[in-house]
């Protein structure tokens, strides 16, 4: 097999018997090339806001105090714009490192998903983005679970932010949280542009966006997926996205119910 990786080492026994160890490669291999996909793509899309930056930067610089008063304000504006893409993607790849580093700590703080979510719609409603678009149903009173506040936090966030983002305007999200067979069930519903079933599997890599200018524009780093991924795993839940092209999408989270008295 082509793709399959060999590594073999030969060690002379003193009775002069040969030991000969094949080991398979291949996964540390793959391991080694994810990592390093990841950092060129972290590094060029760094790049793209920073190069903008510097461009703007220089131009001010040339025009050396000229009084411009709108275009300077322009180019400020822009430069705001692009210096807050870089943070909003240095605070996403700091995340997502924070959680892997937490992969193999189990998570144990006794968290309510359904007061958990009840915030997080009115964190984002209060942001003033939604546009009162969001519809928060709690079907289960109490949903405990064993997790990571801040990481749950942010993958409701997200979810409910991708919703929004991917909806079609004016349209509604709606957020709803239940409880079934040791189960707490966080779905997050939108009518939007959907999404073709075999990019599906595609959308928790790393950077994979359906419409890159279109993530780009609205502000996306094409991370938040994968931090979605990263937490559902280490609290050992599953994640299942069922979408309809031209109708919308269901994103569900599910987590194992904690009994907590
Ligand atoms: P981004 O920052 O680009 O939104 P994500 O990792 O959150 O990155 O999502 C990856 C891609 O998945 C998005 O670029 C978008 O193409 C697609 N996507 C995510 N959520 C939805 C949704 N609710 N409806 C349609 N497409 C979505």
């Not at 097999?1 to 030969?10: F, G, L, S, T, Y």
């Not at 040339?62 to 240095?90: C, K, W």
């Not at 040791?182 to 990019?199: F, H, K, S, T, Y």
Request: proline share 4%; charged share 25%.
């Amino acid at each position: 097999n082509p793709d399959r990786r060999w590594e073999m080492a030969v060690t002379t026994l003193a009775d002069g018997r040969r030991l000969v160890r094949l080991e398979d490669r291949s996964s540390a291999q793959a391991g080694e090339r994810m990592r390093t996909d990841f950092v060129a793509n972290a590094s060029h899309e760094l790049r793209t806001p920073l190069s903008a930056l510097i461009g703007f930067i220089e131009t001010l610089e040339d025009a050396n105090g000229a009084d411009e008063g709108p275009i300077r304000a322009r180019f400020l504006g822009i430069m705001g714009t692009e210096a807050r893409r870089m943070q909003h993607l240095i605070d996403d790849l700091m995340s997502l490192s924070r959680i892997e580093a937490d992969r193999f700590v189990a998570p144990r703080d006794a968290i309510d998903l359904a007061a958990l979510a009840r915030i997080a719609c009115a964190e984002i409603e209060g942001g003033g983005k939604a546009g009162g678009r969001i519809r928060c149903t709690l079907e289960a009173p109490q949903a405990m679970v064993h997790g990571d506040r801040a990481q749950l936090l942010q993958l409701l966030h997200n979810v409910i932010g991708n919703a929004l983002k991917y909806g079609r305007p004016g349209s509604e999200v709606a957020v709803s949280v239940a409880t079934a067979d040791g189960n707490v069930i966080v779905a997050v519903r939108d009518e939007g542009e959907g999404i073709p079933a075999e990019l599906i599997p595609r959308l928790t890599e790393r950077f994979y966006r359906v419409d890159p200018g279109r993530s780009r524009s609205l502000g996306g780093t094409g991370l938040g997926l994968a931090i979605v991924k990263h937490v559902v795993e280490r609290h050992r839940g599953r994640l299942d996205i069922t979408s309809v092209v031209g109708t919308g999408t269901t994103l569900t989270v599910t987590l194992p119910l904690a009994l907590i008295p």
